[in-house]
């Protein structure tokens, strides 16, 4: 089973296509309150699956600012629930929402099932 597939089964996601964008978060609880550049590897209704070069820690609450295809600015905020380190050096944090807007949490839900359909 591949990591990808064993962390959506543990976060109980349905797999998905990796789909690669740009987003900025903000670590909430740091002195720094510092804005990062990411790329998400997953996304789904509960939670996003990222990827960068900076460390945050397990349970640093963040606020994403994301554009997913054919939608407005996105924000979502939510909480670092676990962390991947992988053999060739990455590392993936997932990150479960704690609270959104609705509208953006609709916008996501279209993308997810968009697609999920085009497998």
């Keep these: 089973m591949q990591l990808l597939d064993k962390i959506a089964q543990r976060l109980n996601n349905p797999k998905r296509k990796l789909y690669r964008v740009i987003l900025r978060e903000r670590v909430l609880d740091k002195h720094t309150n510092e804005s990062f550049l990411w790329t998400f ?8 699956l990222i990827e960068t070069d900076k460390i945050i820690e397990k349970r640093d609450k963040i606020s994403c600012s994301l554009f997913l295809p054919k939608s ?8 670092i629930v676990c962390i991947v380190k992988n053999p060739d050096g990455t590392t ?13 949490k609709s916008e996501i839900e279209v993308f997810v099932t968009n697609r999920s359909a085009q497998k």
């Design 92 to 104: 993936l944090w997932v990150v479960k929402y704690s609270s959104s807007d609705p509208k953006d």
């Design 41 to 48: 590897r997953n996304i789904s209704t509960s939670s996003i």
């Design 72 to 79: 407005e600015q996105i924000i979502v905020h939510g909480e």
